[in-house]
């Protein structure tokens, strides 16, 4: 508390793109991760990513070191749509005394991120596509061969209209309210308690950092299958009216995936969501804590 709202949006949204710049790699072979075997059962497919490490291998050899920041532009802008509404309607919450109600916290932090997922619903379809793109040898899911951010946004509203660019919102909405639940609200409860536990003087950047730990544990868990169904949404091919040509929605994502690749498919890439995860959490409320203060 304390940070004016309006402060905070700018706040948030300079948090989240420092951290992506960090993190963007892991960003990377995470959606790479996601999208290998699609629809396939296990251990039908080429797997041309391997694990997080070898992965970022795999990238380096494809795609250069360069590869390793595909999508970054287009990471940045979602970042920062996404985080400054997100901590904006957050603080509005917070506030508005949310905090002080049972479940508030995760409530504010849910309510916060599905409005930042809606705002920045366009920036994730793209981003999605650039970092999915690679040589074919080494290409999993649907390739759409863009050229450039400003060339994917370009031909995707030239093809689909406005709604095109709003095509997945409806796996980006539970993703990051989900999401932002957990890591809003772990990370508040983790920096208090370590701090009443005296391991760290309150206020201590310690303290932000062992909160942002545990949060990044918990939006892990509890966020990749929803992260999965998201990546999996955005990237599919459309035909000429904008309809998705492998899932219909939301639901018939994960009841595809189960089925066809069992309930671990929706578990895919966690490796990767944790190593990029956890540290964009710590980096993110790190920065914006530290931000907030000065």
């Known amino acids: 508390g304390g940070v004016p709202p309006g402060t905070d949006l700018v706040l948030g949204a300079a948090a989240g793109c420092l951290a992506c710049v960090l993190t963007n790699p892991l960003e990377v072979v995470k959606t790479r991760l996601q999208l290998q075997g699609e629809l396939q059962p296990p251990g039908t497919y080429p ?47 917070e506030d508005a005394g949310w905090s002080r109600y049972p479940g508030g916290t995760v409530a504010a ?5 599905a409005v930042g997922a809606v705002v920045s619903s366009p920036a994730y379809l793209v981003k999605t596509h650039l970092q999915a793109q690679t040589l074919a040898a080494v290409a999993v899911g649907h390739q759409h061969n863009h050229e450039s951010i400003s060339a994917a946004f370009e031909s995707i509203y030239r093809q689909h209209g406005v709604a095109g660019l709003w095509r997945g919102v409806t796996g980006a909405v539970p993703r990051v309210a989900v999401g932002s639940a957990a890591q809003l609200a772990t990370f508040a409860a983790a920096k208090d308690w370590v701090c009443q536990r005296g391991w760290f003087g309150e206020g201590s950047w310690a303290a932000v950092l062992a909160g942002g730990m545990v949060s990044g544990v918990a939006v892990a868990v509890t966020m990749t299958p929803f992260d999965v169904v998201s990546t999996r949404l955005y990237n599919q091919p459309v035909d000429a009216d904008g309809r998705g040509k492998l899932y219909r929605g939301f639901w018939d994502c994960i009841l595809q995936i189960s089925s066809k690749e069992g309930l671990l498919g929706l578990y895919k890439g966690i490796g990767a969501v944790y190593l990029r995860l956890g540290p964009h959490t710590v980096l993110s409320l790190f920065f914006w804590d530290e931000l907030r203060k000065m």
């Open 109 to 113: 932090g849910a309510v916060a991120g």
């Open 47 to 93: 797997r041309p990513y391997r694990g997080v490490l070898r992965a970022l291998g795999a990238v380096c050899r494809a795609d250069g070191l360069r590869g390793l920041q595909k999508g970054l532009a287009a990471g940045l802008l979602y970042q920062g749509l996404m985080n400054g509404v997100r901590f904006y309607c957050y603080s509005r919450a």
